[in-house]
């Protein structure tokens, strides 16, 4: 039986609150897939988690990656332990899903994209917004040119994390192993979808603060104007100091139509061709990229979320977050092979 046949062999390294979410989607029999093992630096909560769901335990990361009966992994770990964690992953011939984002430095999601060279085997990484249905719309429009040249998008990420959410761990709101704030732990989903969406950025200009919370190294207010290569224009608004549960919204206009949505609910379309909106199903975003991800291991296509996109996504963060620093306009980090 091979991983064609059979339901897809997983193991989980890290069971934090997201690690919790990926097991407890694994266990649902949504997807063709079983957990096998989880692991985790603290050993005791790992045990608890194995206790509470019936589940094996590897004492170490090492111990799970040198299993035999494990084709795939499933890491969230804090976000700069990402890059030795997927590394070793990878280079022990493991298929890797990823959390967001693929690191917090644009070298580190390079050194992770070498091991996902020499291994062969499939990296994807945790961007489910792409998922939505509306949002899959939204791209097809883009992409067939309904909404003419797209000139400007707005996007805001209006957020509330308390100071107790930063002291539940010590490595919230560092640099080290948070790598930013309200624009690389939140709003890391909405520039993945930006880019997606709106193509490559050439140049970022941003102002960045920590304005309601304390004893954090990083942001939890940033605004950004950015200039696709493209020459649309952006607007981005990202914030963890937003009381209210304030909608996240986003406006993308083209000199042929326009359209909003606001929590990924289209509230505005407009088109010159008077386009008619479908009816949209809800789905379940994280499921359905996990499917996607079974399903490039099984049938040897890239994930729609791919590492060298995500590098991106690092690599216009951290822009933003040196414009901030210098409060001059910085562009990203190309890759190597541009």
């Not at 499939?122 to 309904?146: H, Y």
Request: hydrophobic residues 45%; charged residues 20%; proline residues 3%.
């Amino acid at each position: 039986m091979t991983t064609k046949t059979r339901p897809l062999r997983f193991g989980i390294i890290g069971v934090g609150t997201v690690g919790r979410q990926h097991i407890k989607r694994l266990l649902s029999g949504a997807a063709p897939a079983a957990l096998v093992a989880i692991a985790d630096d603290n050993v005791e909560a790992a045990a608890a988690v194995a206790d509470e769901h019936g589940l094996e335990i590897a004492r170490s990361t090492g111990e799970l990656l040198q299993r035999g009966d494990i084709d795939a992994v499933v890491i969230a770990v804090p976000s700069g332990l990402h890059g030795d964690v997927a590394a070793a992953a990878l280079d022990a011939g493991k298929h890797v899903y990823l959390e967001k984002p693929i690191e917090v430095t644009v070298a580190a999601a390079d050194k992770i994209r070498a091991a996902e060279r020499r291994s062969g085997k499939v990296l994807s990484i945790v961007s489910q917004r792409r998922f939505a249905a509306e949002n899959q719309f939204i791209k097809k429009l883009i992409d067939e040119g309904a909404l003419g040249q797209v000139t400007s998008a707005t996007i805001e990420v209006p957020l509330w994390r308390s100071q107790e959410y930063y002291d539940s761990g010590n490595w919230r709101g560092t640099w080290a192993l948070d790598g930013g704030g309200a624009l690389m732990n939140q709003g890391v989903h909405l520039v993945d979808l930006a880019l997606w969406l709106l193509g490559d950025v050439d140049e970022v200009y941003a102002h960045t603060g920590l304005l309601a919370h304390e004893k954090i190294e990083v942001e939890d207010t940033v605004t950004v104007t950015a200039r696709f290569q493209t020459g649309a224009q952006l607007n981005f608004h990202a914030s963890t100091a937003a009381f209210g549960r304030l909608p996240i919204r986003m406006n993308i206009m083209g000199d042929k139509g326009s359209i909003v949505t606001e929590s990924e609910r289209i509230v505005h379309f407009f088109s010159e061709s008077n386009l008619q909106l479908p009816t949209f199903e809800a789905v379940d975003q994280q499921l359905n990229q996990l499917l996607d991800f079974i399903s490039a291991i099984r049938n040897g296509h890239p994930p729609l979320a791919t590492s060298d996109q995500a590098r991106n996504a690092v690599a216009f963060i951290e822009a933003v977050y040196e414009s901030g620093r210098t409060g001059r306009p910085t562009q990203p980090l190309k890759s190597a092979k541009e």
